[in-house]
């Protein structure tokens, strides 16, 4: 079946520091791939996604490529903020119709000034 | 568009009462589902819903929780009776055509807690 493994948290960072999260995945087709943020308190929101491999999906500063080969969609910001603080998701659908999203556990990040 | 809709924000409830959340998706999106988000088992789908039909139920716990979807803007989810391992936070999720290439919309979801 599908799955998603994540790093386990929390990340400690200090504020303007490099952020990679790690995100593999195991699928049997060709997944689309996603990451969610949540902040305390709140649902989950799509932060970004990509769709095939090579692509690269970006929001906010936030980056991730799809990489068939490795099997990742790591998430990379290059200079992380205080607002930052959040668990991050990351999650695969694959094929299309009633294809479900498979979530990882989460990874908190924690960002101090 | 004001997103998904969940209601109430907050449960407090007493054991072996009946408990019903609300979620109303945004218009247009055929796709609704029901998360539960706990620290021990994280995010788990309990049941969605296609067309207001519902496709695989596989993960409601048990026969205590029941989902109803009776037209494209409203669902609920029941708990019937209620047991103190059901607290958790409740989500409600919405998207179009299954969520595979656009992923989905969460509402703000519903913290439950049974006494």
């Known amino acids: 079946g599908n799955s998603v493994t994540q790093m386990e948290g929390p990340v400690t960072l200090s504020e303007e520091a490099f952020l990679t999260i790690n995100c593999t995945y195991t699928a049997t087709g060709y997944p689309s791939l996603f990451w969610y943020v949540q902040y305390p308190g709140e649902g989950l929101q799509l932060l970004l996604k990509?769709?095939?491999?090579?692509d690269k999906g970006s929001n906010k500063g936030f980056e991730a490529t799809y990489r068939k080969e490795t099997t990742s969609f790591h998430l990379e910001k290059g200079s992380v903020q205080v607002s930052d603080s959040a668990v991050y998701f990351c999650?695969?659908?694959?094929?299309?119709?009633?294809?479900?999203?498979?979530f990882g556990k989460g990874t908190m990040l924690l960002v101090s000034p | 568009d004001a997103g998904v809709i969940q209601s109430p924000r907050h449960e407090v409830t007493e054991m072996g009462q009946e408990v019903t959340l609300r979620c109303k998706p945004i218009s247009g999106h055929n796709s609704l589902f029901w998360y539960r988000q706990t620290m021990m088992r994280g995010l788990e789908l309990l049941i969605y819903?296609?067309?207001?039909?519902?496709?695989?139920d596989s993960g409601m716990p048990e026969d205590r929780f029941s989902a109803k979807m009776p037209n494209a803007s409203f669902s609920t989810l029941k708990i019937q009776p209620s047991e103190p391992r059901d607290s958790a936070v409740y989500f409600c999720?919405?998207?179009?055509?299954?969520?595979?290439?656009?992923?989905?919309?969460f509402g703000s979801g519903t913290r439950l807690t049974v006494v």
């Open positions: 999720a919405s998207s179009l055509s299954g969520g595979s290439v656009y992923g989905y919309t």
């Open positions: 990509a769709t095939k491999a090579d």
């Open positions: 999650a695969l659908s694959e094929g299309s119709g009633y294809s479900t999203l498979t």
């Open positions: 819903f296609n067309n207001n039909v519902p496709i695989d």
